[in-house]
């Protein structure tokens, strides 16, 4: 009896708890996306905080105010860059818009030459809308493009009024959720060590005595997996931006910010690449473009299929098809946060897998 009941005790006490977590993610969920990115920064930066505070010296205080102005440095000053680059390009934008929309583009010999070649880009541009059956070499804007940007263009004050409001709500939904972000990045940097005891004494008394283990296989993936995307897809954006600037590509610091970016997808990158080459083409010619493609290609192939997949794969021990399938899948289903994510709980789950396989731990599996 009395064992029936300190059974229907823990029972009460487990769902009550789950009413609790599942009241306070509610409450929380609009902020739930920001903490989880301010989260994943925190794991992926604890070692150098360990490392400030141990080697250095430094009082974990000073240490997470170090760490937090870099974070901002890196964020704050390319994004101004990049909207002063944006607003500088403003007019030559719109004097580029009047031209295309009233006269249209006719794209170099250099690339209709190719019959082969061509022959594959024409389609592509008239399912797009760029160019007409009649005319497949004249580039003009899209009716439903032209119609979005032409209140910009032409000034109508209301259409713009409408515009800068609706762009004014999402800045304003864009900077809250930034400013969340770094405020859980900040205070989950300098909890860390509390919080990491915690996590192991929670996991351990929930899953077992290889708990802590699991829970610290997954901070390693995570880790891992920003160092194989962010950091590469930095470092390959900025090596494509050398052949930008030496083959005169127009506004190389902005491609170079859509190819890092875009670096963050996995196989989106060149189709960044592919619109500076397109850019390069019109502007220059087709020797500078093909050099571009040629070196931006190499990089990113370099990048996507060697360095990447051993980077997240040693760290999270999955193989290449196993990353790939974690990072795709993460980012399909959860969005951009997917990416690393999916690796980590797919490094759970191999954790797991090595514990039940292991005949060292089980003696029940025979070889």
């Excluded at 610091?253 to 592919?274: E, K, M, N, Q, R």
Aim: hydrophobic share 55%.
């Amino acid at each position: 009896m009395e064992t029936q009941s300190a059974m229907n005790s823990s029972v009460r006490y487990g769902l009550f708890c789950l009413a609790i977590a599942a009241a306070i993610g509610y409450v929380a969920r609009d902020f739930l996306l920001a903490l989880s990115w301010g989260a994943l920064l925190a794991i992926s930066l604890y070692p150098l905080h360990q490392m400030l505070r141990s080697k250095i010296g430094l009082p974990a205080w000073l240490s997470v105010t170090a760490i937090s102005t870099g974070m901002m440095a890196l964020v704050i000053l390319p994004l101004t860059f990049l909207a002063i680059q944006i607003i500088a390009e403003i007019p030559a934008g719109r004097l580029l818009f009047w031209t295309i929309q009233d006269h249209g583009i006719t794209l170099p010999a250099s690339l209709t030459g190719h019959t082969s070649l061509w022959s594959h880009v024409s389609p592509v541009l008239q399912k797009w809308g760029l160019a007409s059956p009649e005319q497949p070499a004249h580039l003009s804007v899209p009716d439903h493009i032209a119609a979005r940007i032409a209140p910009v263009i032409q000034d109508r004050h209301t259409d713009l009024i409408h515009m800068a409001l609706s762009a004014g709500k999402h800045t304003t939904h864009l900077i809250e959720q930034a400013l969340f972000t770094f405020i859980g990045f900040v205070s989950f940097l300098a909890a860390g060590s509390r919080l990491t005891q915690q996590i192991k004494a929670v996991s351990e008394a929930l899953i077992g005595a290889n708990g802590p283990e699991h829970v610290m296989q997954m901070g390693r993936a995570i880790r891992g997996t920003v160092t194989g995307i962010v950091l590469i897809g930095i470092i390959q954006g900025l090596l494509i931006s050398i052949a930008l600037v030496i083959w005169h590509c127009p506004h190389p610091a902005l491609f170079t910010a859509a190819i890092i970016a875009a670096g963050l997808i996995p196989f989106c990158a060149p189709v960044a690449v592919a619109a500076a080459v397109l850019t390069t083409l019109v502007a220059v010619g087709s020797a500078p473009a093909i050099a571009i493609l040629a070196w931006g290609m190499a990089v990113i192939s370099i990048s996507d299929h060697v360095i990447k997949p051993r980077l997240v794969g040693h760290s999270t021990s999955l193989g290449f098809l196993s990353s790939m399938v974690a990072i795709l899948g993460g980012m399909k289903t959860m969005g951009l946060i997917g990416i690393f994510i999916g690796p980590a709980l797919f490094a759970l789950g191999a954790s797991i897998w090595n514990e039940f396989t292991d005949t060292s731990r089980n003696g029940n599996i025979v070889e």
